[in-house]
């Protein structure tokens, strides 16, 4: 499956984004997909998963509550929609596929995902 990410840009903190996962090559509706993100100098960290069909979704804790993780399947899309952004959510953010459902416990791993997007950038100023 290939994996297309959009949606970046720049924008003053408090501020949304909406950033797109277009998948194309494969039924979309198999695989479980997430996202990440890496500022300069540090490394890549999870920052949202959702199952196959959409009825699990999981976040780290510097997200959850500002961000929500969505899928159209008929669309063969993932969103990641963004409020409240903060100057530290400034990265790249690259979304990642895995065919199937990996146990949830796995899904913040970068390892469990197979497939990558080339990543879009996100900056918050203060």
């Known amino acids: 499956v290939q994996l297309q990410a959009s949606g970046g840009g720049s924008v003053q903190a408090g501020g949304s984004l909406r950033l797109s996962c277009t998948a194309s090559?494969?039924?979309?509706?198999?695989?479980?997909v997430g996202w990440f993100r890496q500022a300069p100098g540090k490394d890549r960290e999870f920052v949202a998963a959702?199952?196959?069909?959409?009825?699990?979704?999981r976040y780290s804790g510097s997200v959850k509550g500002r961000f929500t993780i969505s899928r159209d399947n008929s669309q063969n899309t993932v969103t990641l929609q963004m409020n409240s952004l903060k100057p530290e959510d400034t990265a790249v953010y690259y979304c990642?596929?895995?065919?199937?459902?990996?146990?949830?416990?796995?899904?913040?791993?970068?390892?469990?995902?197979?497939?990558w997007g080339q990543g879009t950038l996100v900056t918050v100023s203060s």
């Open positions: 090559g494969h039924t979309f509706s198999n695989y479980a």
């Open positions: 990642a596929a895995v065919r199937g459902n990996p146990v949830l416990s796995a899904l913040w791993l970068s390892s469990t995902y197979d497939y």
């Open positions: 959702i199952s196959r069909a959409g009825t699990i979704t």
